[in-house]
């Protein structure tokens, strides 16, 4: 029968969930007495990429056609970007689908249709940025679109806690049933940290996750009270973890650098918030030192974060002329449980992170974390 047809039923069943698609080579060849013209387990797909060929030339006349109903049309667009993530005449189609949803909702007051709609497009877009497909995990079209359906409808996609299956399972330890801005940050996060073991260097990755956190503590997110902090406790424990993951890809540093720049105290903070800020800070350079020390890691991208951090905090404490940036000199990260009071007696920790780093096994190379 015809593939495109069978492709179409199975996306159609599966519409609301995470798929794991992949493309067999093309000296893979399906038995005779196949009855499908691709592999299917459970949520696992995978398609050979001579059926993917064909696929898309059926999805390629349907598209444009006046013929079809606009349900055909749409369906298409899901072929046309599995072959092709860059298209954006599809792109846009499902777009102005959206947005055609949206207007029908808010002309007739029920807007069930419209969130069964979103759940099925960040399904569909989180089956194609995890899946182990190369041009896909980094396509500068897919992150966009998906970023464009989080701004556009977030008042249903953050507020109405609009999740899929596998988003539900991702965040359901952290947030619970709570939903709003944190539920929705930790379940993008994890599609990133995802696309990023998909891809290494990820860059458009994480680059949406940045445009992501600046918007949902933006006024355009509706709960700009949950504020820079909230958004990064979790997020940032995650994604240093996700690092000691990935040691040499310097993207996840640098984002993990950029989260713990954006909640550094503002002027005249109270108490606790400063003390969160400085512990988390603290804990973070404090772990990673611990980490390279009992790996012997020498690694350029763990050099440069810390270097980052040295050089941020004596910049942030010459600018607020309080904070004294010589911390997190080989000390346990036990001892920043409560960093805030270490801060207030001079000379207790020091840091030169400019002298050799001595390692827990004899015989191992030192660290030098300096410039």
Known sequence: QDPYAFLAAHLDTHAS???????LPSAFSLPSTASCPFLSDGLSLGLPKRTLVEVFLTARRLLPSSNGTATERHHATRAILLFDPEHLTAANFRKR???DLRSYADGLGGHEELLRALVQELAFLSSLLTSPLNRHTKSPTLWYHRYWVLRTFAPHVINT????DQEEVAGGSNVGN???????????????MRAGDRHPRNYYAWNYARRLFHFLISENSHEAATGPLLLTID?????????????????GWS???FLLEQHFPRPAPSEEENENVIGLRANAVAETKEWARRFAWEGDSVKWFLRVMRMDLARRGRAQGSMN???LEEHPVGEFRNPIKLYNRPNVLKLNLGAPVETHQPGHAKLDFGT
């Open 17 to 23: 969930q995470t798929l794991e698609i992949e493309i």
């Open 97 to 99: 689908r959206l947005l």
């Open 161 to 164: 806690n609009v999740r899929t």
């Open 178 to 192: 709570a939903g709003g801005v944190r539920s929705r940050w930790l379940s993008e996060l994890a599609v990133v």
């Open 235 to 251: 997020a940032t424990a995650q994604v240093q973890q996700w690092c000691f993951r990935h040691p040499r890809d310097i993207s």
């Open 255 to 257: 984002f993990l650098a």
């Open 325 to 327: 940036p010589k911390i």
